[in-house]
């Protein structure tokens, strides 16, 4: 989508990246926004799971996941994201097209690349932190790396996957609410220290 | 803060306070000091600080009379200004040093207080006071009796200015939850601890220990105070167990959910940076131990209020906690053998104890003991009577029993009737304690799923068995878990005596003998209640407001519930208890909101297109969760100026404006065509690729939903539009008739609102504005992109864009889609681009502006009670095919013709205004509600027109077009002869659309 005169504008709302909260010691939360990422749902038609699962695997290598949970290589991920849809991130911005020519006719492939950001939540309070957040139980006897919830984090809809054992957790919502999830994040974080980086921000 | 630290009533060693740090607080302007691990109490009590407040009802003044969460007469309003919270309890308000409280409830002073009128005025305001007196006149209540009440009565005032400070919400799972960090509470922590479960203590108070910091116990040979560090230290080096303090678990919910309150900086002076004050949380935990204790019991008599009447336990507490005399010579009064430890207490405090007062005839061994060691007088059989003295509190007892009637002076009355289990929290849900008497107490012997009670809280009131009664609770609690818990051996504690008789009041006493203190409850008001027919226990609260206010009755509850059984001459067991509910304390409602404040509140969604707006000076509306360009005002614009002339331009030239907001669902599958037939009133399968068609979709009910576009973009793959406020509506309705109602049908559909920056370009220019934003390459011309259209483009060098071409405004217009990331910079295009034809962006009034003109239906006419054809939208309901509200769409009075339906209006003399809202009304007829005959629902000012114009619901519209009514609005005091007309004020023909 390289584009020589518009210019790209990441979601409303999120600062450029900085050190919030106390400034004194590590941050105990590191947050990466991520924009340009490739990102789509996809939703196998009726009886097409399978076809859908030999599809991916057989153009990407990677496999659908169980409910609940997500399968990764590095930041590129295909993650359960609800009843008969999967959503799949990846660095790469030529990636919904190669997943739509592989599954194309087995699927709803709906590109989604700017209808939602992707935070990257890490840190030794991270999961302290979330637990501000969500009311999934994300203790890692309940949750663990490559678990997927879908849930309110504050007052909006978010998923949230458990992408290492740090631990460390991605946060994917509408771009839209990026404002607000900044505000939550800065407001409950800030007793941690936190570090924002990324290329997704506005300023 | 100047002054000296002048503690008087501090005793020169014991205690769990840092001595070596002072603390200066002001409480009602004095300057006094404290130390760490003082409560407020505890550091007025230092001080010789009696008279801490006014009693609610007739001012009477007040002690401190506890030394935790039950406290009824030590409120005070802690801080200033923003921060002033009133009704905290001084029994735990942790002191810091800086700490500025004031009593409450007196005018002008605490020691001269004008309303204390009201004690000898008592008899006039007995229970049921307010029901009999201020029944009549009614118009009275409002005007004299309301504002008269609130200013003599209410607590402590609220700071009515923001609070500057922030409050946050939390999640915490756990297997086992403690509620008490007393010795059963340590040890069931403990117990479950070491099993591996997830364990959350909660401890309202700063320090945990419970109990055990207030007496003076050993455990294992040591002080307790030892044996609780060394648990601490345990617990804390424990991965899996989490301890909460100056958290109260305050309330019990449904599925194992608890909500408590960590109170994370109110014990200074104000939250540092980066923290909250308080921070609520959200429990789950799969089994529950209730061990949070018992709250001592008073005994009723005369003048049983002064200050210096207090809980035995309270004195105690004083003593070995924080070190502080509560008196100087005491008289203490109970019927049970834990109050022998209190004469011992005081004794070692060096308190002279004059008396102990025994209604048992023949007191017990334990007592004798004690009372030789003392050196008190032990009179058995007998009781207190009343309490003499003054506002600054008692002076003197009048004792009468056995050994005859006496006085004896004394500064301090340490009183106990037993002791309740604290079992509020098991009751949350429902269950009703029981009454056990054996205990003299109601228990929880119903316990809710999962809940267990241990210690004091389960009538275990002896420290062995709350030990043992605790490790045993806990190894239960986490084997149900799935955990093996070891079954520890039981520290070893010294045997206490523990019989007891409880004593509810003195009869025949002099003076007002209270109940319940914190709401001037007194006996009388119970016996009125009775005699009046109020004796069920919910009717008696209502009726005496016993068991009311901030302390729900902790120490009153029981009390008045044996004095009705009494009166009665029934059994408590059968006179029942009222219901406990949420919270145990009260909580502030900010904690309960946590960032859910102002503009957070609910979200807020930002388009696409936000930065630019905002950039060209935009005003922006709330539609839905979303932020919408309303108006782009140049200087001196109000907003009407400013919308006539973005409007002017979409029908003149050339105006562009963000649609991003509007919902946009994609739709795929073999089955969407038949998904969408089923879905939309009008027929949808037979639109051809690369078409658009307008769509409305109803209710079950039969009334419309809400309308919007179709596209199809393939064969199988279609995008539909919404409304910007109904959009999450559309999207839950779609999912309910995929899931429930066709779930046969092989269709996927997700938002992609966001995912699309759409911009609506409109007016006679703006096919040529678009030739300089679409690629050269693409065709759109009318031939090749007729009306209703669809096409994917390129533009600007090469971004990919869908631009379809549909008009809102009723002029040549077109939608153009591009991924989100370029919506900012589109607008940016667009703007320059459109400059040769002095394009404007546009906000949601011209939008407004508009549609009317068009007669189009939006939001006020599409609002819930609208049928299709009310809307004029009849012909699109198809007859050959079902879909969801046909049936009902055909009851009669749907179809009634005299149903108000969509009609235009103008006012018979064009220089009036309209007004929306207003109800239409045959010439000459009375304005009332028999003569309705619908209303107004959008009006503007029509830019082409120049005079304003209307869209309303009128009853038989269509017939009367070219008639004449009135539109009548009682609000605004107009009333305006309207012209009925075509709803269409321009082009009718729609020429303009296809041009």
Redesign the interface.
């Known amino acids: 989508m390289a584009d020589p005169s518009l210019q790209i504008q990441h979601a409303y709302g999120v600062p450029l990246p900085s050190r919030f909260g106390r400034q004194d010691g590590d941050p105990g939360v590191r947050v990466e926004l991520h924009g340009a990422l490739s990102i789509c749902t996809i939703q196998p038609f009726r009886g097409r799971r399978a076809a859908c699962a030999a599809a991916l695997k057989n153009a990407i290598e990677f496999d659908l996941p169980a409910a609940g949970r997500s399968n990764r290589r590095g930041h590129n991920m295909v993650a359960w994201a609800g009843p008969g849809m999967f959503v799949a991130v990846f660095a790469d911005p030529s990636f919904v097209e190669r997943i739509r020519e592989a599954l194309g006719g087995n699927a709803a492939i709906v590109d989604q690349s700017d209808g939602k950001v992707l935070f990257r939540v890490s840190g030794r309070d991270a999961r302290t932190l979330l637990e501000k957040g969500v009311t999934v139980d994300l203790h890692p006897r309940a949750f663990a790396t490559g678990h997927a919830a879908l849930t309110l984090l504050s007052h909006l809809s978010a998923q949230i996957i458990q992408s290492d054992d740090a631990p460390a957790y991605e946060i994917v919502l509408s771009r839209a609410f990026a404002a607000d999830f900044w505000h939550w994040l800065e407001e409950s974080a800030g007793e941690f220290g936190l570090a924002l980086s990324g290329n997704g921000n506005s300023g | 803060m100047t002054g000296g630290d002048n503690q008087l009533f501090r005793l020169s060693a014991g205690g769990l306070i840092d001595r070596k740090a002072a603390l200066a607080f002001a409480f009602d302007g004095m300057t006094l000091h404290g130390h760490p691990g003082d409560t407020l109490a505890s550091a007025l009590i230092a001080n010789g600080v009696r008279l801490v407040g006014r009693s609610f009802k007739y001012h009477r003044p007040r002690g401190i009379f506890s030394s935790g969460a039950e406290e009824p007469n030590a409120l005070v309003e802690l801080r200033t200004g923003a921060r002033r919270e009133p009704n905290t309890r001084a029994t735990q308000v942790e002191l810091y040093d800086g700490l500025v409280a004031s009593s409450q409830n007196r005018w002008p002073s605490l020691s001269f207080d004008l309303m204390a009128i009201n004690g000898l005025a008592g008899p006039l305001i007995s229970a049921g006071f307010y029901y009999k007196t201020f029944m009549w006149p009614a118009a009275f209540w409002e005007k004299l009796y309301e504002p008269m009440i609130r200013r003599a009565a209410g607590l402590g005032r609220a700071a009515g200015v923001e609070d500057p400070d922030?409050y946050?919400?939390?999640?915490?799972?756990c297997d086992v939850l403690v509620i008490g960090s007393g010795p059963a509470g340590l040890m069931a922590a403990l117990t479950a601890g070491r099993a591996g479960a997830?364990v959350l203590l909660v401890e309202q108070d700063f320090r945990l220990g419970g109990r055990l910091l207030d007496e003076r116990e050993t455990i294992d040979d040591a002080s307790a105070t030892v044996w609780v560090a060394a648990v601490e230290a345990e617990l804390e080096s424990l991965p899996?167990v989490r301890i909460l303090r100056r958290t109260t678990l305050f309330g019990s919910y449904d599925q194992k959910a608890f909500v408590a309150v960590e109170r994370v900086a109110d014990h200074l002076p104000e939250p540092p940076?980066?923290?909250p004050r308080q921070r609520s949380w959200?429990i789950?935990s799969k089994q529950t131990l209730l061990t949070a204790g018992s709250i001592e019991r008073p005994i009723v008599f005369g003048d049983n209020d002064r200050p210096g009447v207090m809980l035995a336990g309270a004195v105690r507490s004083y003593i070995n906690r924080q070190a502080v005399k509560p008196g100087s010579r005491a008289v203490v009064f109970a019927g049970n053998d834990d109050a022998a430890r209190t004469a011992a207490d005081m004794a070692a405090a060096g308190i002279l104890v004059a008396a102990i007062v025994d209604p048992r005839p023949e007191s017990s061994s334990a007592m004798q003991v004690e009372a030789k060691a003392a050196g008190a007088e032990l009179l058995a059989g007998s009781v207190v009577t009343r309490a003499l003295g003054n506002k600054f509190g008692v002076q003197a007892v009048e004792i009468a029993g056995t050994t005859g009637a006496r006085t004896i002076d004394c500064d301090l009355v340490a009183v106990s009737s037993g002791w309740n289990p604290t079992i509020h929290i098991a009751s949350h849900l429902g269950n009703r304690p029981t009454w056990n008497p054996q205990l003299s107490a109601f228990v929880a012997q119903v316990m809710p799923e999962g809940m267990q009670a241990a210690g004091a809280a389960a009538g275990e009131f002896a420290l062995a068995a709350a030990l043992s009664s605790g490790t045993a609770r806990g190894a239960e609690a986490a084997d149900a878990v799935g955990f093996t818990a070891r079954r520890t051996a039981i520290p070893r504690v010294l045997p206490e005596p523990s019989a007891a008789t409880p004593l509810w009041r003195v009869r025949g006493t002099k003076g007002k003998a209270f109940v319940d203190l914190q709401h001037d409850v007194t006996v009388s008001d119970i016996v009125l209640a009775e005699r009046e027919g109020f004796r069920a226990v919910e009717h008696l609260k209502r009726y005496t407001t016993l068991g009311m206010a901030t302390d729900q009755g902790k120490t009153a509850n029981v009390t008045g519930l044996a004095l009705m059984a009494e009166i009665t001459g029934s059994d408590i067991s059968r006179v029942g208890t009222t219901t406990f509910r949420p919270p145990f304390t009260p909580v502030a409602i900010g904690a309960l909101g946590g960032?859910?404040r102002g503009k957070?509140f609910?979200?807020?969604?930002?388009?696409?297109t936000?930065?630019w707006a905002k950039a060209n000076g935009a005003v922006f509306v709330e539609a839905g969760?979303?932020l919408r360009a309303q108006y782009f005002p140049q200087p001196g614009d109000d907003w009407l100026k400013a919308a006539l002339r973005e409007a002017r331009a979409v029908r003149e030239r050339v105006g562009f404006c963000d649609v991003s907001t509007l919902g946009k669902i994609?739709l795929?599958?073999?089955d969407a065509a038949r998904f969408l037939d089923r879905l939309y009133a009008n027929t949808i399968s037979t639109l051809a690729v690369g078409k658009v068609r307008y769509g409305v979709m109803l209710r079950e009910d039969g009334f419309v939903l809400d309308d919007g576009t179709v596209a199809r973009l393939a064969d199988t793959h279609w995008l539909v539009t919404t409304t910007t406020a109904n959009a999450a509506r559309v999207m839950q309705h779609m999912e309910f008739c995929a899931q429930v109602l066709w779930p046969d049908l092989?269709v996927?559909?997700?938002?992609?609102?966001?995912?699309?920056a759409q911009i609506a370009v409109a007016g006679p220019r703006s096919r040529d504005l678009l030739r300089g934003i679409v690629d050269p390459a693409c065709d759109i011309s009318d031939a090749r992109l007729p009306y209703m259209g669809t096409l994917t483009v390129t533009?600007?060098?090469?971004?990919?864009a869908r631009l379809y071409r549909i008009s809102f405004s009723g002029e040549l217009a077109y939608e153009l889609a591009?991924?989100?990331?370029?919506?900012?910079?589109?607008m940016t295009?667009i703007a320059t681009a459109g400059k040769a034809f002095s394009a404007l962006p546009y906000g949601t009034e011209a939008l407004s502006m508009l549609r009317i003109e068009k007669g189009h239906a939006a939001g006020s006419e599409i609002n819930g009670q609208t049928t299709a054809r009310d809307l004029g939208l009849g012909r699109m309901v198809s007859t050959k095919k079902d879909f969801i509200g046909r049936m009902l769409a055909q009851r009669p009075a749907l179809v009634d013709p005299a149903r108000p339906a969509l009609v235009g209006f103008k006012p018979v003399d064009r220089n009036e205004r309209l007004s929306a809202g207003a109800h239409f009304i045959d010439v000459g007829a009375a304005p009332t509600t028999a003569n309705d005959l619908g209303h107004m629902t959008s009006v503007t000012l029509s830019p082409v027109l120049g005079h304003w114009i209307g869209l309303g619901l009128l009853s038989r519209s269509r017939e009367r077009i070219g008639q004449t009514v009135v539109a009548h609005d009682p609000v605004r005091g107009r009333s305006t002869k309207v012209e009925i007309c075509d709803p269409v004020f321009h082009d009718p023909e729609g020429a303009r659309l296809r041009g």
């Open positions: 922030r946050e919400k939390a999640t915490h799972h997830r899996d940076p980066f923290l959200r789950f960032h859910a957070q609910r979200p807020t969604r930002h388009s696409p936000h930065r969760h979303w994609d795929q599958g073999p092989d996927c559909f997700s938002s992609v609102t966001d995912q699309w533009i600007c060098g090469g971004t990919p591009v991924p989100a990331r370029f919506g900012d910079a589109l295009a």
